[in-house]
């Protein structure tokens, strides 16, 4: 796969519906799927495991995961994830401020079931969750990175059910997510680099400290 070609091809869509929703914050596509998911009949059940999923399912479920990676000492995934997740979140961080768009249910789109701070483009849970999919898929893959998409996929279309965000909010979380990650693995093995320098650099340094106090 070529990753750089890919991820050109990926943020280029990410910026052209950036674009279309700075220009139409409230489009026909957007109001039928918010009025349909407002308007259906609710259990209680799949409320709670939506909001389980809400909460849960993108910062303590995907940070657990770097966190065996680096525990395992799978050191490439790791550091894949770890970037894709920086760059999923400072840019969508930096949109969601230059964009502004309200969240459906503060344009009286159902009732919020979960309180969400912040402006709803892109969706953050969206960027996370699938910049760490796509790491797990290229990166390990076997069952548990299926499950994890799975697990990606869920927490995506519990914010559309929570009135938390329209449908472009997730495709634009989607697409910067996916984007992210074939960045973070463009970039993971020249961090990689940079870092062993330092850390040679700095261990050289020591030494030389440790020579010159000591009067070797």
């Known amino acids: ?4 070609l890919t991820s050109v091809m990926l943020g280029s869509l990410y910026v052209l519906v950036t674009i279309l ?7 026909k596509i957007d109001v039928t799927v918010a009025s349909w998911v407002s308007g259906i009949r609710r259990l209680k059940a799949i409320d709670y495991a939506a909001v389980l ?15 065996v990676l680096l525990v395992m000492r799978l050191w490439a995934p790791f550091l894949e994830l770890t970037i894709a997740m920086g760059i999923a979140y400072v840019i969508g961080g930096v949109t969601r401020l230059l964009v502004r768009r309200q969240r459906p249910y503060e344009s009286g789109y159902g009732k919020p079931i979960l309180i969400a701070s912040g402006y709803s483009y892109p969706s953050g849970h969206a960027a996370i969750v699938f910049s760490g ?20 996929i869920l927490v995506s279309v519990s914010r559309i059910y929570l ?18 990650s074939l960045l973070a693995i463009i970039l993971a093995p020249i961090t990689a680099n940079i ?17 010159s106090i000591s009067g070797f």
């Open 1 to 4: 796969m070529d990753y750089l």
């Open 21 to 27: 929703v700075s220009l139409k914050p409230i489009n």
């Open 53 to 67: 999923l809400t909460k849960y399912g993108r910062f303590y479920t995907w940070g657990l995961v770097d966190l």
């Open 133 to 152: 999919a796509l790491v797990t898929l290229t990166s390990l893959g076997g069952l548990v990175s299926w499950i994890l998409l799975t697990e990606a």
């Open 163 to 180: 009135n938390a965000h329209y449908l472009t909010d997730v495709l634009g979380g989607l697409l910067l997510g996916l984007t992210s």
């Open 195 to 211: 870092l062993e320098t330092l850390l040679r650099v700095n261990l050289a340094l020591y030494l030389y400290s440790f020579i």
